[in-house]
C-alpha cells in the first residue's frame, strides 16, 4: 500500500503491520512552487481508472472477485420491528385489563346502599348506615353499635346475600 494509514485502520489477516510505514522510511514530500492536488495511485501501476483507490465498507478494501460481500441474515432487520410491536401489545393487553376493572369498581361503588353488606380494602366486613358523597358510614358490631366513617374508595365490595352467610 502507498497510502499512509494507520495499523488499526487496516483489517485483520491481510500483514496490517507490513504495510505500516515507520517512521525512518518516510520521508515527507518536497515542497513545489506550485501546490498540485496528487491522487493515490493503485497497485498494478497507471491506467484507466487507476487513480482512486477502491474500498468496501469502513474504509477496508472490497473482497476479492468472487467472494460475496458480508451482510446481516435475513430477519435480522425486522427484528427491532417485531420487538416494538410486542410492548406495544403487551401494553394494550394490560391497560385493557385495568381499564375494565375500575369501570366495575365504579358501579360497584355508584350502586352501594344503605343496609349493604360491604367488605373494606383492609378486609373488615360490616353493614352501611349510611352515604354522604365520598364518605361512607359503616356500622361495624351490632351489639355494641360501634359505626366507623370511610371513603368509599375504601370498599373493596359488596357482599352478596350468599356471601353473608358464610361467616
Known amino acids: 500500500m502507498s497510502s499512509l494509514s494507520p495499523f488499526w485502520s487496516l483489517p485483520l489477516g491481510q500483514g496490517a503491520m507490513q504495510d505500516v510505514p515507520t517512521p525512518s522510511t518516510t520521508t515527507p514530500p518536497a515542497p513545489s512552487a ?12 497507471g491506467g484507466e481508472g487507476a487513480g482512486a483507490e477502491k474500498t468496501g465498507q469502513n474504509g477496508a478494501p ?3 472477485e468472487g467472494q460475496p460481500q458480508q ?13 416494538i410491536a410486542g410492548v406495544v401489545l403487551f401494553f394494550i393487553m394490560t391497560s385493557r385489563g385495568q381499564r375494565k376493572e375500575e369501570k366495575r369498581r365504579k358501579l360497584l361503588l355508584a350502586e352501594m346502599k344503605k343496609g349493604d353488606r360491604v367488605m373494606t380494602v383492609g378486609g ?4 352501611i348506615v349510611s352515604i354522604d358523597n365520598d364518605e361512607v358510614v ?9 359505626k366507623a366513617t370511610y371513603k368509599k374508595t375504601a370498599i373493596q365490595r359488596v357482599l352478596l ?6 361467616k
Open 34 to 45: 506550485s501546490p498540485t492536488i496528487e491522487a493515490p495511485v493503485a497497485e498494478g501501476g
Open 62 to 64: 472490497p473482497p476479492p
Open 71 to 83: 451482510q446481516r441474515p435475513e430477519g435480522m432487520g425486522m427484528l427491532p420491528l417485531l420487538m
Open 124 to 127: 373488615l366486613v360490616a353493614r
Open 138 to 146: 359503616l356500622k361495624i358490631d351490632e351489639s355494641a353499635n360501634v
Open 161 to 166: 346475600p350468599e356471601e353473608e352467610n358464610t
